[in-house]
C-alpha cells in the first residue's frame, strides 16, 4: 500500500452539478486504488466533519463540482480541521470561482478574454430588461454567449445569435444564477489546457480539442459517450499550441491557483487564444478533459492523483 495513509475523496454534495461530481469522485478512487491507495469516499453531509474529527485521514482529493466544492467553503473547512488538500486555497477559489473576476485579473495580466457584462437578476428586472438588454447587444454586438457568473457544465448556458434570443437566453441562465455573464462570443476551435504542479512549478498538458456533434458543448455534450468528439492533443499548429498553453499556465498563476487547473479556452480564426474561464476542481469522469489530456502526455492517471496528494501532505 501506499505510505500517504488514509485517504478521503469528497464527492456529490448539493449544487447542480452533483451527479457530475460522484462520477468523478468513483474514477478519482478507482485510479488511486489502483495505484496502492487507502482510498475512502464520502459526501459532504452533517456526518461529515464528526466522522473526520473522529478518524481524521492524511489528506483529502476534493471532486465537488460547482457551489461549495470551488468556492473555497469545503476547503475552509478542511482547513479548520487541519486536513491537507490537493487543490487551490479558499481565497484563490472564490476569485477564480468568480467568472467576472477571474476575467478581469486574468485581463490585468495581459491575457485576452473576450469583452463582457455581468447582470445580477435584480438589476435586470428593476431598470427594465428590454433597455438593458438592446444596450448590450449595441455595446457589444452578435453573437453573444450567456452563462451564469458561479459554477459549470455549461449549466445555464447559451449562444446569442439575435437580439430576439437574448431574453430567453437570461432567464435560462437566471435558472442556475443570480447573475449572468453576458460576453461576446467568439467563433473558433474549443480548446481546454490542463495545468498540474507536482513541486516543480506548473506545468501544461497538452490542450484538448472539442468538438461537439450537436455544435454546442452543453451537459449533455460534456458527459454523454459519442456526443463530443476529443483531439488529444489539439490540432493546433506549434506556435497555437504554445499561445494556449502559455496562457494557461499564466492563468493559473496569475489567479493564485496551486496543484491543478484547467483553463478553458477558444481560438479565434487568426489562431488567437482567447481565455474563457478556469475551473479549480476538473472533472474526473470518463469524458473530462484532464484525464484526456494525462493519457497524451504518456500519464497514469492515478499516479498523477497520488503525487498531487503526496504534494498536499507535505504543507502539512
Same mark, same amino acid.
Given at each position: 500500500?501506499?505510505?500517504?495513509?488514509?485517504?478521503?475523496?469528497?464527492?456529490?454534495?448539493?449544487?447542480y452539478?452533483?451527479?457530475v461530481?460522484?462520477?468523478?469522485?468513483?474514477? &478519482?478512487a478507482?485510479?488511486?486504488?489502483?495505484?496502492g &491507495?487507502?482510498v475512502?469516499?464520502?459526501?459532504?453531509?452533517?456526518?461529515l466533519?464528526?466522522?473526520?474529527?473522529?478518524d481524521?485521514?492524511d489528506a483529502?482529493?476534493?471532486?465537488l463540482?460547482?457551489?461549495?466544492?470551488e468556492?473555497?467553503a469545503?476547503?475552509?473547512?478542511?482547513?479548520?480541521?487541519g486536513?491537507?488538500?490537493?487543490?487551490?486555497a479558499? #481565497?484563490?477559489?472564490?476569485?477564480a470561482?468568480e467568472?467576472?473576476t477571474?476575467?478581469?485579473?486574468?485581463?490585468?495580466?495581459?491575457?485576452?478574454?473576450?469583452?463582457?457584462v455581468? %447582470?445580477?437578476?435584480?438589476?435586470?428586472h #428593476?431598470?427594465g430588461?428590454s433597455?438593458?438588454?438592446?444596450?448590450?447587444? #449595441?455595446?457589444l454586438?452578435l $453573437?453573444?454567449?450567456? *452563462?451564469?457568473s458561479?459554477?459549470?457544465?455549461?449549466?445555464?448556458a447559451?449562444?446569442?445569435?439575435s437580439?430576439e434570443?437574448? $431574453?430567453?437566453? /437570461?432567464?435560462?441562465?437566471f435558472?442556475?444564477?443570480d447573475?449572468?455573464l453576458?460576453? *461576446?462570443?467568439?467563433?473558433?476551435v474549443e480548446?481546454?489546457?490542463?495545468v &498540474?504542479?507536482l513541486?516543480?512549478? $506548473?506545468?501544461? @498538458?497538452p490542450?484538448?480539442?472539442?468538438v $461537439?456533434?450537436?455544435?454546442? +458543448?452543453? +451537459?449533455?455534450?460534456?458527459?454523454?459517450?459519442?456526443?463530443?468528439?476529443?483531439?488529444?492533443?489539439?490540432?493546433?499548429?506549434d506556435?497555437?499550441?504554445q499561445?494556449?498553453?502559455? /496562457?494557461?499556465?499564466a492563468a493559473?498563476?496569475?489567479?493564485g491557483?496551486?496543484?491543478?487547473?484547467r483553463? #478553458?479556452l477558444?481560438?479565434?480564426?487568426a489562431? *488567437?487564444?482567447?481565455? @474563457?474561464?478556469?475551473?479549480v476542481?476538473?472533472g /474526473?469522469t470518463e469524458?473530462s %478533459?484532464?484525464?484526456m489530456?494525462?493519457?497524451?502526455d504518456?500519464?497514469?492517471?492515478?499516479m498523477?492523483?497520488k503525487? %498531487?496528494l503526496?504534494?498536499?501532505t507535505?504543507?502539512?
Amino acid at each position: 500500500m501506499s505510505d500517504l495513509g488514509h485517504v478521503l475523496i469528497l464527492a456529490g454534495g448539493l449544487s447542480y452539478e452533483r451527479e457530475v461530481s460522484l462520477r468523478s469522485g468513483r474514477r &478519482v478512487a478507482e485510479v488511486l486504488r489502483a495505484a496502492g &491507495v487507502d482510498v475512502e469516499t464520502r459526501d459532504t453531509d452533517a456526518s461529515l466533519v464528526p466522522s473526520v474529527l473522529a478518524d481524521p485521514p492524511d489528506a483529502a482529493f476534493v471532486t465537488l463540482h460547482g457551489g461549495a466544492g470551488e468556492d473555497g467553503a469545503i476547503r475552509s473547512v478542511l482547513e479548520l480541521l487541519g486536513i491537507p488538500y490537493v487543490g487551490a486555497a479558499p #481565497d484563490a477559489c472564490r476569485v477564480a470561482f468568480e467568472k467576472p473576476t477571474a476575467k478581469a485579473v486574468v485581463r490585468s495580466w495581459g491575457l485576452n478574454t473576450p469583452d463582457s457584462v455581468a %447582470l445580477p437578476k435584480e438589476t435586470f428586472h #428593476d431598470l427594465g430588461a428590454s433597455a438593458v438588454l438592446g444596450r448590450i447587444v #449595441d455595446q457589444l454586438g452578435l $453573437p453573444l454567449f450567456v *452563462k451564469p457568473s458561479r459554477g459549470g457544465s455549461a449549466l445555464g448556458a447559451s449562444i446569442v445569435r439575435s437580439a430576439e434570443e437574448l $431574453p430567453a437566453a /437570461m432567464v435560462g441562465c437566471f435558472a442556475y444564477g443570480d447573475t449572468a455573464l453576458i460576453e *461576446k462570443y467568439i467563433e473558433g476551435v474549443e480548446v481546454s489546457v490542463s495545468v &498540474v504542479d507536482l513541486g516543480d512549478g $506548473p506545468i501544461a @498538458l497538452p490542450p484538448v480539442e472539442i468538438v $461537439p456533434v450537436g455544435g454546442v +458543448y452543453d +451537459y449533455a455534450a460534456r458527459y454523454t459517450a459519442g456526443h463530443t468528439e476529443f483531439f488529444a492533443p489539439a490540432r493546433l499548429t506549434d506556435d497555437v499550441t504554445q499561445a494556449c498553453l502559455a /496562457m494557461a499556465v499564466a492563468a493559473h498563476s496569475a489567479l493564485g491557483l496551486r496543484d491543478l487547473s484547467r483553463t #478553458d479556452l477558444i481560438v479565434d480564426e487568426a489562431g *488567437k487564444p482567447w481565455f @474563457l474561464e478556469v475551473n479549480v476542481a476538473p472533472g /474526473m469522469t470518463e469524458t473530462s %478533459l484532464l484525464p484526456m489530456a494525462a493519457e497524451a502526455d504518456g500519464r497514469d492517471l492515478g499516479m498523477l492523483c497520488k503525487g %498531487l496528494l503526496e504534494i498536499a501532505t507535505a504543507r502539512r
